[in-house]
């Protein structure tokens, strides 16, 4: 039986102009304008992420789905 793979990723979730600073130091972009969006965004990123940076407005749609177990590290931008 295989180790489940490592979680490595950095991702940030939110909106476009709140994140793309975060692409010039390596971490995988997740643009979301909307609720629904982030809830996608985070399905995508959870299998892989070790850490989702969130904005605030990201955070808020997301609500306490963000503190489940297994759930990678978050981290909100203050807003």
Same mark, same amino acid.
Request: no cysteine; glycine share 6%.
């Given at each position: 039986?295989?180790? %489940? $793979?490592?979680?490595? *990723?950095? +991702?940030? =979730?939110?909106? !476009? &102009? !709140? =994140?793309?600073?975060?692409?010039?130091?390596?971490?995988?972009?997740? %643009?979301?304008?909307? &609720? *629904? /969006? +982030? !809830?996608? $965004?985070?399905?995508? *990123?959870? &299998?892989?992420?070790? +850490? +989702? =940076?969130?904005?605030?407005?990201?955070?808020?749609?997301?609500?306490? /789905?963000?503190?489940? &177990?297994?759930?990678?590290?978050?981290?909100?931008?203050? *807003?």
């Amino acid at each position: 039986m295989n180790p %489940p $793979a490592a979680r490595t *990723a950095v +991702v940030a =979730i939110g909106d !476009q &102009p !709140q =994140i793309a600073g975060f692409a010039l130091v390596g971490v995988r972009l997740s %643009p979301a304008a909307t &609720p *629904a /969006e +982030v !809830q996608d $965004a985070w399905r995508a *990123a959870f &299998p892989t992420a070790a +850490v +989702v =940076i969130l904005t605030d407005g990201a955070a808020s749609s997301l609500g306490d /789905e963000r503190h489940v &177990p297994d759930a990678p590290l978050t981290v909100v931008m203050p *807003a």
